[in-house]
């Protein structure tokens, strides 16, 4: 079984920051892929970023320069450092991985939510 312990959220004023992160435990052989989600109230989960074992990022155009995200492979969390906030990131965010826990199988786990509310 894998968890994920998650730190932040909460809410803030528009153009502060903010850190997000997720520490998975468990049946963990190794962790590839991992990433940071997004799902505003009616919209549809989006992704924000992500990141590659070796440590590769990929970023949504809107989001690059003012979002960061990080790993820490030897403690399995992945970060999701926010700067200059806008009321329209306020959503929830998920973490996400890919899991392997053995070197055979992977499976891709998604953290519980984390709400991040932006105020003007």
């Known amino acids: 079984e894998v968890s994920c312990r998650r730190l932040g959220g909460g809410l803030v004023q528009a153009g502060r920051s903010l850190k997000l992160s997720c520490a998975a435990s468990?049946?963990?052989?190794?962790?590839?892929?991992m990433g940071w989600y997004r799902q505003a109230p009616g919209k549809q989960r989006e992704l924000v970023a992500s990141?590659?074992?070796?440590?590769?990022?990929n970023y949504v155009h809107s989001m690059k320069g003012r979002f960061t995200i990080s790993r820490d492979n030897a403690k399995n969390s992945v970060y999701l450092e926010m700067d200059s906030l806008k009321p329209e990131d306020t959503a929830v965010y998920y973490c996400n991985a890919d899991v392997m826990i053995n070197k055979d199988y992977e499976f891709n786990y998604w953290g519980q939510g984390t709400l991040v509310t932006v105020s003007s």
């Open positions: 468990g049946s963990i052989f190794r962790i590839n892929d």
């Open positions: 990141i590659a074992r070796g440590g590769s990022t």
